[in-house]
């Protein structure tokens, strides 16, 4: 799901890495420029900081729902994309001294684009496949279970329930599955033509007969008299009842929109792996178009939760390999490869492709966050990050949310940088 929204707070400086706009010799200043859309959006007007000052700058922007980077530029051997925080504006910095910025961002004010505050005192929020927005000041999160309720927080650590997307299942989904289930998985929030969208998936755990719906809503605040969910029903079937058999299983839905201004919807979990398909822009559902499903990813131990952002001419998929699930047992590790092309071939950071197994590990059991995964990789104007799961081994494998910002090697590779809390 390529979001555009969100930030969170950076936790080392990392200089060597060309996300964070590091400057270590004087250089030009890379400015910011232009107008857009809400998702990638507002107009900016200011520079950011040369040389080895080397400060975020940030620019007024055009408010929309979500606020997108601040620009900066560096010098000749560390100049980057800036970070933003909920009320700055402004556009990515140029990757090499003196160069232009590439996009506009959008916020509500002007001032040096800064990562907001550590939540220093989080509360550990229980939940699986997390899905994140922000909204002005507000951050709401969405995640597996039951009537798809949701939470909001305006300061990264006391969250409240902000509603649910259903009272009742949808009838359809039971008239689909020939099952009745209770639970609603993965839903992925993104926002769209004025419009917020779920994609959300329903099945029975082993199964790949399998649906992926999906449910919109003009605001999120339901406080708010616009405040309505409309469910838009199904979007794509797997192992349809009387229909052809398929060895692939439509969960896990990550929405994006490509460098074309294209949308697609990446999916699937186990049988033969990851696989994404054309959208059509107005109605979140299917294209008529382009009917090609793609295959982008398989492993023999497991493959599920894709999600897809684009950085500096490529498409990275993360997912997750293995076992979910389990507790303490759990074998999640999240992997990710990259492709030129949306629609793939992707490959690893040895050339080995993702349909023949090879990604590059990103996270795995570490002393008491054990398995990883689930998660979903966003872009924040010119920053990056991955919000998933782990199950605590000082919980008795009870799962949480935790979020960390990705930077980016000198070869374009993602690398988590620290977790945003313990």
């Known amino acids: 799901m390529n979001r555009t929204p969100f930030v969170f707070a950076a936790f080392s400086a990392l200089t060597s890495l060309v996300a964070l706009g590091c400057g270590s010799s004087s250089g030009g200043v890379g400015e910011a420029a232009g ?35 601040g620009s900066s530029a560096g010098g000749t051997s560390g100049a980057g994309a800036a970070g ?90 039971a008239t689909e599955l020939g099952t009745t289930i209770t639970d609603l998985w993965a839903p992925d929030i993104s926002f769209e033509n004025g419009t917020y969208r779920v994609y959300y998936a329903g099945s029975s755990f082993g199964s790949n007969h399998s649906v992926i719906g999906l449910a919109t809503n003009t605001t999120l605040d339901a406080k708010n008299a616009a405040y309505e969910w409309v469910d838009q029903g199904l979007v794509i079937e ?15 839905p990550n929405f994006i929109k490509d460098e074309r201004g294209l949308d697609w919807l990446v999916f699937g979990s186990f049988w033969s792996g990851i696989k994404l398909r054309r959208l059509d822009s107005t109605t979140g ?16 131990g497991g493959v599920e939760a894709p999600s897809i952002v684009f950085h500096n001419g490529y498409y990275y998929l993360f997912v997750s390999f293995d076992a979910c699930c389990k507790g303490v047992n759990s074998t999640y590790r999240t992997m990710v490869g990259r492709s030129t092309a949306i629609t793939g071939p992707y490959a690893d950071n040895t050339g080995k492709a993702m349909l023949a197994g090879g990604a590059l590990q990103l996270l795995a059991k570490d002393g008491r966050y054990i398995g990883p995964g689930g998660g979903t990789a966003f872009r ?22 935790m979020l960390r910002p990705i930077a980016w090697t000198a070869d374009d590779w993602p690398m988590f940088m620290a977790p945003l809390w313990e």
């Open 35 to 69: 107008a857009g859309t809400p998702n990638n959006a507002g107009t900016g007007s200011s520079n950011g900081g040369a040389g080895d000052t080397a400060t975020l700058g940030g620019s007024a922007g055009a408010t929309t729902p979500m606020g997108d980077a």
């Open 84 to 173: 933003m925080g909920a009320s700055n504006g402004g556009a990515s910095g140029a990757t090499s001294a003196g160069g232009s910025a590439a996009a506009a961002g959008s916020g509500s004010s002007g001032g040096p684009a800064v990562y907001p505050t550590p939540a220093t005192d989080h509360r550990a929020i229980s939940v699986h496949d997390p899905s994140m927005i922000q909204v002005g000041s507000t951050y709401y999160l969405f995640a597996t279970g039951g009537k798809l309720g949701f939470r909001s927080s305006t300061n990264l650590s006391t969250w409240a329930n902000a509603g649910a997307i259903f009272t009742a299942l949808p009838g359809w989904i």
């Open 238 to 252: 797997s192992n349809k009842t009387g229909g052809t058999s398929d060895n692939w299983n439509a969960i896990d």
């Open 285 to 300: 559902k299917l294209s008529t178009t382009d009917t090609t499903l793609y295959s982008l990813a398989s492993n023999s």
């Open 380 to 401: 924040d104007g010119g920053l990056y990050y991955y919000a998933y799961h782990y199950y605590d081994g000082n919980a008795n494998g009870a799962s949480f949310l």
